[in-house]
Protein backbone atom coordinates (compact mmCIF):
# COMPACT_ATOMS: atom_id res chain seq x y z
CA UNK A 1 0.00 0.00 0.00
CA UNK A 2 1.68 3.93 -0.69
CA UNK A 3 1.82 5.96 1.88
CA UNK A 4 0.20 8.87 -0.10
CA UNK A 5 -2.59 7.91 -2.45
CA UNK A 6 -3.87 10.48 -5.29
CA UNK A 7 -6.96 10.69 -5.15
CA UNK A 8 -9.59 13.52 -6.95
CA UNK A 9 -9.85 15.18 -4.06
CA UNK A 10 -6.79 16.47 -4.65
CA UNK A 11 -7.17 17.65 -8.24
CA UNK A 12 -6.91 21.15 -8.69
CA UNK A 13 -8.57 20.91 -11.93
CA UNK A 14 -5.37 21.95 -13.72
CA UNK A 15 -3.98 19.00 -15.91
CA UNK A 16 -0.18 20.47 -15.82
CA UNK A 17 -0.25 20.96 -12.24
CA UNK A 18 -2.50 18.17 -11.13
CA UNK A 19 -0.03 15.92 -13.22
CA UNK A 20 3.25 17.49 -11.44
CA UNK A 21 1.41 16.87 -8.17
CA UNK A 22 1.25 12.74 -9.18
CA UNK A 23 4.83 12.80 -10.03
CA UNK A 24 5.59 14.54 -6.66
CA UNK A 25 2.97 11.88 -4.25
CA UNK A 26 5.31 9.30 -6.24
CA UNK A 27 8.50 10.07 -5.49
CA UNK A 28 7.61 10.78 -2.00
CA UNK A 29 6.19 7.03 -2.18
CA UNK A 30 9.56 6.13 -4.36
CA UNK A 31 11.40 7.58 -1.41
CA UNK A 32 9.66 5.84 1.30
CA UNK A 33 10.08 2.39 0.01
CA UNK A 34 13.70 3.42 -0.71
CA UNK A 35 14.44 4.35 3.42
CA UNK A 36 12.03 1.47 4.54
CA UNK A 37 14.68 -1.30 2.09
CA UNK A 38 17.13 0.75 4.47
CA UNK A 39 19.15 1.82 1.32
CA UNK A 40 22.44 3.52 1.40
CA UNK A 41 22.35 7.24 2.68
CA UNK A 42 23.35 8.67 -0.75
CA UNK A 43 20.52 7.07 -2.31
CA UNK A 44 18.10 8.47 0.22
CA UNK A 45 20.10 12.05 -0.67
CA UNK A 46 20.04 11.71 -4.00
CA UNK A 47 16.53 11.54 -3.65
CA UNK A 48 15.99 14.42 -1.67
CA UNK A 49 17.74 16.41 -4.52
CA UNK A 50 15.67 14.89 -6.89
CA UNK A 51 12.40 16.12 -5.00
CA UNK A 52 13.76 19.36 -4.66
CA UNK A 53 14.44 19.86 -8.39
CA UNK A 54 10.97 18.79 -8.93
CA UNK A 55 9.28 20.49 -6.61
CA UNK A 56 10.87 23.76 -7.49
CA UNK A 57 10.24 22.99 -11.31
CA UNK A 58 6.64 22.77 -10.21
CA UNK A 59 6.60 25.81 -8.14
CA UNK A 60 7.90 27.93 -11.00
CA UNK A 61 5.37 26.79 -13.24
CA UNK A 62 2.82 27.74 -10.48
CA UNK A 63 4.27 31.17 -10.18
CA UNK A 64 4.88 31.96 -13.45
CA UNK A 65 1.02 31.78 -14.37
CA UNK A 66 0.61 33.57 -11.23
CA UNK A 67 2.81 36.04 -12.04
CA UNK A 68 1.15 36.10 -15.52
CA UNK A 69 -2.05 35.96 -14.81
CA UNK A 70 -2.28 38.46 -11.74
CA UNK A 71 -3.16 36.34 -9.04
CA UNK A 72 -3.88 37.88 -5.56
CA UNK A 73 -2.17 35.42 -3.58
CA UNK A 74 0.83 34.80 -5.85
CA UNK A 75 3.81 36.76 -2.97
CA UNK A 76 2.30 34.58 -0.08
CA UNK A 77 1.58 31.08 -2.39
CA UNK A 78 5.38 31.78 -3.31
CA UNK A 79 6.39 32.19 0.25
CA UNK A 80 4.93 29.17 0.84
CA UNK A 81 7.23 27.13 -2.06
CA UNK A 82 10.20 29.51 -0.66
CA UNK A 83 9.61 27.33 2.70
CA UNK A 84 8.98 24.59 1.80
CA UNK A 85 12.63 24.07 -0.36
CA UNK A 86 14.18 25.66 2.88
CA UNK A 87 13.08 22.69 5.23
CA UNK A 88 13.75 20.02 2.94
CA UNK A 89 16.77 21.50 2.07
CA UNK A 90 17.18 21.26 5.79
CA UNK A 91 16.88 17.52 6.09
CA UNK A 92 19.01 17.50 3.15
CA UNK A 93 22.16 19.14 5.15
CA UNK A 94 21.11 17.14 7.80
CA UNK A 95 21.62 13.67 6.27
CA UNK A 96 24.72 15.49 4.39
CA UNK A 97 27.02 16.35 7.28
CA UNK A 98 26.23 12.68 8.53
CA UNK A 99 23.19 13.21 11.02
CA UNK A 100 20.61 10.63 10.77
CA UNK A 101 17.33 11.87 9.68
CA UNK A 102 14.84 9.99 11.09
CA UNK A 103 12.43 8.33 7.74
CA UNK A 104 8.89 9.12 9.96
CA UNK A 105 10.40 12.56 10.34
CA UNK A 106 11.20 13.14 6.90
CA UNK A 107 8.23 11.25 5.15
CA UNK A 108 5.63 12.83 7.76
CA UNK A 109 7.07 16.27 6.63
CA UNK A 110 6.67 15.62 2.86
CA UNK A 111 3.36 13.91 3.44
CA UNK A 112 2.06 16.82 5.76
CA UNK A 113 2.94 19.37 3.75
CA UNK A 114 2.18 18.18 0.43
CA UNK A 115 -1.56 17.37 1.37
CA UNK A 116 -2.40 20.99 3.27
CA UNK A 117 -0.70 22.45 0.28
CA UNK A 118 -2.88 21.34 -1.99
CA UNK A 119 -6.08 21.29 -0.47
CA UNK A 120 -5.68 24.92 1.34
CA UNK A 121 -3.76 27.40 -0.45
CA UNK A 122 -3.36 25.85 -4.22
CA UNK A 123 -6.88 24.88 -4.47
CA UNK A 124 -7.51 28.72 -3.80
CA UNK A 125 -6.11 29.07 -7.65
CA UNK A 126 -8.29 26.55 -9.41
CA UNK A 127 -11.48 28.47 -10.16
CA UNK A 128 -9.24 31.64 -10.76
CA UNK A 129 -7.20 29.31 -13.69
CA UNK A 130 -10.27 27.78 -15.00
CA UNK A 131 -10.87 31.22 -15.66
CA UNK A 132 -8.13 32.31 -17.76
CA UNK A 133 -8.32 29.29 -19.66
CA UNK A 134 -5.80 27.17 -18.35
CA UNK A 135 -7.47 23.78 -17.94
Not at 39 to 49: E, I, K, L, N, R
Not at 90 to 109: A, C, H, N
Amino acid sequence: MAYLEWNDTFSVHVREFDEHHKRIVDMINELREVMEQGTDHAGVADMVHNLIDYASIHFRAEERYMAQFGFAGYEAHEAEHDRFIEQVLGFQKRMSIGETVVPDELLRFLKDWLVKHILGTDKQYSQFFNGKGLQ
